[in-house]
């Protein structure tokens, strides 16, 4: 699978946006761009995904680079219960058998109150 | 709905002990997987299955077995625990578009092997 790339931390304020980046150059045609999180003492909670298109739900928004080689994931106001460790990944779907999401370091989120 | 449960959520164990972590989901997914997660490092895939009665081994399968009886249940054994196998362990499970659905993890069980 492809390598994303994320910075370690960030800090953000309660109630303030926060837009994590995440830079996958690699990226080939037929990966899906995945968000995950991993709040304090919890398995990962799937966040959103995409492919070429910007996504909104009800957790975030998925903003896509026209050439697909980085990403940003937008928490539209941040709360206490966001802070948790972010995590960026490719998904081939074109690759059968294991789900194998190769979940780096991702993002330390922190938010200040 | 309860999702994806793990039993034990703690376990103590001794060099050389067996032991057998649980795992059930209750939403009918075809696809259950395990993890392990080190500090300071990302989650590693162990064993997996795509359906009941089918297993395959992930990036870190040695030292663990699985089997897959029931499309509900998907335990991992450990036959002679290693200080190298303490970590928290994640079970998790996606259903439908199998190549682009979600996974569903569970909250862990945090072993420590002596």
């Known amino acids: 699978d492809a390598k994303t790339t994320q910075p370690n931390s960030m800090e953000s304020n309660e109630e303030e946006p926060v837009h994590l980046p995440c830079n996958h150059s690699?990226?080939?045609?037929?990966?899906?761009i995945h968000w995950y999180r991993q709040l304090p003492s919890q398995g990962p909670e799937y966040v959103i995904h995409g492919l070429t298109s910007n996504v909104n739900n009800r957790m975030a928004s998925l903003a896509i680079a026209e050439d697909r080689k980085s990403s940003t994931l937008i928490l539209h106001r941040a709360t206490l219960r966001d802070a948790a460790v972010y995590y960026c990944?490719?998904?081939?779907?074109?690759?059968?058998?294991?789900?194998?999401?190769?979940f780096g370091k991702g993002t330390h989120l922190i938010i200040q109150p | 709905n309860a999702g994806v449960t793990q039993t034990p959520k703690f376990q103590v164990l001794k060099t050389g002990q067996s032991m057998t972590l649980q795992c059930a989901q209750d939403m009918n997914h075809e696809y259950m997987s395990w993890y392990r997660q080190d500090p300071g490092m990302g989650l590693r895939l162990i064993h997996y299955s795509v359906g009941a009665g089918i297993t395959d081994q992930g990036e870190v399968p040695n030292g663990y077995n699985v089997s897959r009886s029931t499309t509900e249940d998907f335990p991992l054994r450990l036959l002679s625990a290693a200080p190298s196998q303490t970590s928290v362990y994640f079970c998790?499970?996606?259903?439908?578009?199998?190549?682009?659905?979600?996974?569903?993890f569970g909250n862990g069980t945090r072993l420590t092997v002596t």
């Open positions: 990944i490719l998904r081939d779907v074109s690759w059968g058998g294991a789900d194998g999401l190769t």
């Open positions: 690699t990226i080939s045609g037929t990966d899906y």
């Open positions: 998790a499970s996606k259903g439908g578009d199998r190549h682009n659905s979600p996974l569903h």
